[in-house]
């Protein structure tokens, strides 16, 4: 069987000061995925973790889990793991809690391998053991990650635009010329399958500079969508396929996280005071926002003229933790996190983490929220709605500020 295949590395010249970061697996039950990955492949917890996402690392290699809010398409990536017996390694990751998805080993220009399913998720590793290797019988190592690509032609000339040099353009010899320059090395597959729907993992880009970044980007790939989607990410792109997306990996890690939320609170404060909000839905409304229990809220008012249809959503820190609390006219009560916040505080995410009167999480709800500060008279919020195992966004909320409407604020301390 011979593959073909195109291995990167990365040079000095990536847009707007980025490097590679790792890799962002979404999986549907984290406290599963992340036990195996630790116990049976090695990796381990970073010391400091993310709000809503988990960090682990192997070697220089990170990967960053964040729980699935949505059923995605199968991952287009793949950890490849170098082992010194396959059959004990299978047997030892099974043990583990893997998923095999082949009865036999298969074959690949440079040995055999058996293909797992990680628990807990649909994404996947491969055991590797590479002809002539070296390896210790119980030694199981990072190899390098595969992507499968359906134009390869396509995804050469993105990952050159990205500052990649490809340094292989042969067949796979007995020997793989591994080769590490940065963290890890890409191998990219050409390969018919469709990846439909929203991704399930993403090519990691850290970067100091998210708006020079997404300035550089726009530039090179003028004409193709450019979104904030993810845990504390900037642009996200979908490259011929291959799904990449740029954070500032310190915002993964705040000092002072709470003070951080604290802020954000504050900005939300700010907002006292009586709004006119126009929704794409087709609605108009009044919109009231002041804080009560000596500041330590914020209460929004929706639809106050209109008795059965009156909506609140209420804004509070908890703990360590920044939540929204949507009361709907919908009849229940979604409770949701902040997810990410801009380093300039005009972003504000929040997705959902459960709720009154929502037994189960296909039932319909108000799901995820992103709000855009323009400036102190203008204020954007876009909503999604969740239903059946599937999100969509609902409205865009395009905020006014009356005129000589602003209240006065006692800002929250800490």
Known sequence: MVIFCLFFCLSQDVPANSQ??????LVDEPAKSVPFLVDGLGFEL???QASKSQILTLDEFRLLITPATTKGSSSQFSINMRVGDLGWASEFVREKGAKPLNDEPLMSAIGPFNTFEIPGSSQQIHLMQIDGDDLDAKQISLFNVSVNVKHMTQAEK???????EVYSHEYLPSALPFKSAGAYSLVFHPSNRTFDGLPNAFLLFDTDDIKSCQVNLERLFGSMTVETRGVNCGPWLSLGGLDVKWLNAKALNPEKPR????QAFNQLASLAGEWVGTSTAGWTSDIGFRTIARNSVVI?????????????????????????????AARNQPRLEI???SEDMRIMEFKYAGGSNIAVRD????DHVIYEFVSDDLVKAKWSWYQNGQESWMEEIELRRKPKSQSKVTKLSD
């Open 158 to 164: 993105h990952m050159t635009q990205l500052g990649f």
């Open 259 to 262: 003070e951080l939320y604290v």
């Open 300 to 328: 929004e008012t929706t639809f106050d003229d209109h008795h059965d249809s009156a909506m609140m959503t209420t804004y509070h820190l908890d703990g360590d933790n920044l939540v929204l609390i949507h009361y709907c």
């Open 20 to 25: 590679l970061w790792g890799l962002e697996l």
């Open 363 to 366: 039932k319909g709800h108000m």
């Open 339 to 341: 997810e990410s916040i």
């Open 46 to 48: 970073a010391s400091w």
